[in-house]
Structures are given as C-alpha cells and as structure tokens.
C-alpha cells in the first residue's frame, strides 16, 4: 500500500464508488427481473377476463397490481352508464405512466445515457392493462406493451371487444379477429400492432396475443414488431396467423 496519504484516499473513496455501483447494479437488475415476471402475469391475468364478466370479478386483478379505478382511455364516457374502467400496470421506471405515483425512478432513467443503459441491458420499457365497465359488466379489455427498441420504439397491443369497430374494418365485413399495424409517438417515432379479438374468436387465435418478454431486458435490443408480438406480426389481414 503506498505510503502517500492522498493516494491511499483516492484508492479506498474509488473501490468504494465501484463497490456501490456493482451493488446497485445488481440490485437494479434484480428489481426489473421482478417486474419483467409481473409484466408476464398481467397479460396473461388479462386473459381470463371475459366480456360480460361482472365488476365485482375483476376488482382482484386490479387490487394486485396496484391499479386504480376511472374512465378508461379506450371507451367514451355515457353519463347515463355510469361507465369506469381500471387501469392496471407493470411499469418500474414510471415511465409514460399513468398510475398515481411520483416519477422519480423515470428522472433517474433520463440520465443515464442510452447507449450505456442497452449495453446493460437497462431498457425503458411499459406493460398496461386497461378493463372497460359499463353498466357494472366487463365491456371490453386492453393489454399493452410499449418497449424501447434498437432503434425505434416497438407497442403491441391486444383488444377484447365485443364488436371490432367500424372504422377498423371493411365495408360489410364482421370478423371475429383482425390485426391492424400503425405509426406511433412515445418519446419518438416508432410502430405499433394491434390484435381487435371478439367473443367468437376461435381458441387457435389465442397465440395472437402472445408478447416476447425478452425484449424487455435483451442485448441487442428487439428491432422490430415481429420481435415484440411474433404471431400477430406474422397474420395477415383477413387471414389466419401464420406460426
């Protein structure tokens, strides 16, 4: 050990500063591990909610992951229904959330810069659920994943709905699925796929809601919606999902 008093500082104060970056590391990588296994939950936990299941069933869900209880984004508001929704989320920066929490975790994400966050793995990343309820029964349901791709942002998103809207599909068609793509905004430009599923979908349809979660945490990050959501990147409109 050298004998020069500032020498010997400057070692001890820079083990220290690598010793508590190691260990916040880890705990950091820990900590996205747990919600990553949450962010799988929740659309599968989204999954067993039905169209016309009551209010009642569904307020467990919400209790477990922290939601709260208001008008969802995706129904337009009767007066006269008495419509509400419950937003629920897997989301450990708070980032772009839409829960009631401060966002201090999403500050400290912003200073880190991007090409050291990916290389360890630390990606900004959303996993949303929204049950809409009207006249106390489930009248529609909404899993959302939002993830910071290579070098765009990536969304894929599933709907329960008793009816595809209109505007969705073609004059005189009713399908009873149907997989739209899109362009998206979310701290920049990206793409987004939507899977519109209905009662009446068949059970080989399910893997259309299917998410690759090691687009959260993986090196190289997803490039791409095929990535994200493969069967439904895969499905062509109108056709059957290709595996």
Excluded at 31 to 46: N, T, V
Excluded at 66 to 73: D, L, P, T
Excluded at 122 to 138: C, D, M, P, Q, Y
Aim: aromatic content about 8%; some cysteine; overall charge neutral.
């Amino acid at each position: 050990m050298s004998k020069n008093p500032a020498l010997r500082v400057f070692l001890w104060v820079s083990v220290g500063l690598l010793t508590l970056l190691a260990v916040s590391y880890g705990a950091a990588r820990a900590y996205l591990a747990y919600e990553a296994h949450r962010a799988g939950e929740l659309p599968q936990a989204l999954e067993s909610v039905k169209i016309g299941d009551s209010e009642a069933s569904v307020q467990q869900l919400s209790q477990k992951y922290g939601g709260f209880q208001g008008v969802s984004r995706f129904q337009v508001p009767d007066p006269d229904t008495g419509d509400s929704g419950y937003v629920i989320e897997a989301n450990p920066w708070r980032y772009g959330s839409t829960m009631r929490r401060p966002p201090t975790s999403g500050r400290l994400m912003r200073l880190i810069p991007p090409n050291i966050r990916h290389a360890l793995g630390l990606r900004k990343w959303l996993a949303s659920g929204e049950i809409e309820i009207r006249n106390g029964r489930v009248s529609g349901v909404t899993a959302v994943l939002i993830v910071e791709g290579r070098e765009e942002w990536l969304a894929g998103i599933w709907r329960l709905v008793a009816e595809i809207p209109e505007d969705e599909v073609r004059k005189g068609e009713a399908p009873s699925y149907l997989v739209t793509w899109g362009h998206m905004l979310w701290e920049g430009e990206g793409e987004a796929v939507t899977v519109w599923l209905t009662p009446s979908a068949g059970a080989d349809l399910e893997g259309l809601r299917r998410f690759n979660l090691d687009c959260l945490a993986s090196s190289p990050a997803c490039g791409a919606l095929f990535d994200l959501m493969p069967v439904a990147a895969r499905s062509e409109r109108g056709g059957r999902p290709t595996r």
